[in-house]
Nanobody, 124 residues
Framework: QVQLVESGGGLVQAGGSLRLSCAAS????????MGWFRRAPGKARELIAA????????YYADSVKGRFAMSRDNAKNTVALQMDSLKVEDTAIYYC?????????????????WGQGTQVTVSS
């Protein structure tokens, strides 16, 4: 059974930084993409960053481009999301997801494995 566990969420002032981590356990292949999604209050869950299986290619939503950076360590089965210059509108529950084919990382339904989510709150 595959488990994803996020950590690193919390409360931070606007302009600050947080680093989220996601550890994968169980029989999960490193041949698939991994992603970070978030769900803000009253909004649908959205993809904000994804990385391909080798880590050679990354995707970022326009809303976080230039401020967030995703990294992947296949040897440790972990991904991280460095979040800088945080804004109040970044407040959301952040989810780690795994298992999407490299060419289809942008589709939420393609991720069979999800973490429980971690709350990020950015205050003004």
């Amino acid at each position: 059974q595959v488990q994803l566990v996020e950590s690193g969420g919390g409360l931070v002032q606007a302009g600050g930084s947080l680093r989220l981590s996601c550890a994968a356990s169980g029989r999960i292949s490193s041949a698939y993409a991994m992603g970070w999604f978030r769900r803000a209050p009253g909004k649908a869950r959205e993809l904000i960053a994804a990385v391909t299986s080798s880590g050679s290619a990354t995707y970022y939503a326009d809303s976080v481009k230039g401020r967030f950076a995703m990294s992947r360590d296949n040897a440790k089965n972990t991904v991280a999301l460095q979040m800088d210059s945080l804004k109040v509108e970044d407040t959301a529950i952040y989810y780690c997801a795994a298992g999407a084919p490299n060419n289809y990382y942008a589709v939420l339904a393609n991720y069979p494995y999800w973490g429980q989510g971690t709350q990020v709150t950015v205050s003004s």
